[in-house]
């Protein structure tokens, strides 16, 4: 496995222009290292480092940082990398059984979301001024969702990912927390399947 991580993620990233904003490479820097002990340790060592984390990490924005699309990149690979093994280990000592039964406890709970009437799948804020998510986009993205869990059509962890969806304000839209936080359960259970 340690031949594996260290494909995923690069010594080092392309930095921005100086006056452009980029990833703090301090921290990058740190997350990665840190990722990379955790990974070659066993599971259940001080300080893992599981996909969720991955997903979740944030840096600053710093004039002359790293470039985010080519960290971003690298991070989508090493989440990858550590639910593949996150799946292994659970099979290794549970089984295939109980890895199914994961699975179908988290898709389940995303086929009921997604099965709302189109306009009705996530709360609307209820502030007008609020940043909310256009509707139609969302539900595009959420029909495709039930094409992939459902008709077995073809979609990429990578496009739920990146899923950019137009501005609306307040109750026009969906709230985008609520919406971010259903994604992001999506691509674990993609990253879990694929």
Not at 76 to 102: N, P, T, V
Not at 103 to 116: A, D, E, F, M
Not at 156 to 185: C, H, P
Request: proline content about 3%; hydrophobic content about 40%.
């Amino acid at each position: 496995m340690a031949l594996d991580i260290r494909r995923q993620i690069p010594a080092t990233f392309e930095r921005v222009e100086r006056s452009k904003y980029g990833y703090n490479a301090k921290q990058v820097d740190q997350f990665l290292q840190r990722a990379r002990t955790s990974f070659e340790n066993p599971v259940g060592t001080a300080d893992q480092v599981a996909s969720v984390d991955v997903r979740a990490v944030a840096f600053d924005p710093v004039k002359g940082g790293y470039d985010a699309n080519s960290v971003d990149a690298a991070l989508d690979r090493l989440e990858d990398a550590f639910a593949r093994r996150e799946r292994d280990d659970l099979i290794s000592q549970q089984g295939e059984e109980a890895w199914l039964r994961q699975i179908g406890k988290l898709s389940g709970i995303l086929r009921g979301r997604l099965h709302r009437p189109d306009g009705e799948r996530f709360r609307r804020p209820s502030g007008k001024r609020t940043r909310s998510y256009n509707v139609e986009d969302v539900d595009a993205l959420c029909a495709e969702l039930i094409g992939y869990l459902e008709h077995d059509q073809a979609l990429s962890v990578d496009t739920v990912r990146r899923a950019v969806f137009r501005a609306a304000k307040g109750a026009e839209g969906y709230e985008e927390a609520q919406v971010d936080a259903f994604l992001a359960r999506v691509v674990e259970l993609m990253a879990a399947i694929d």
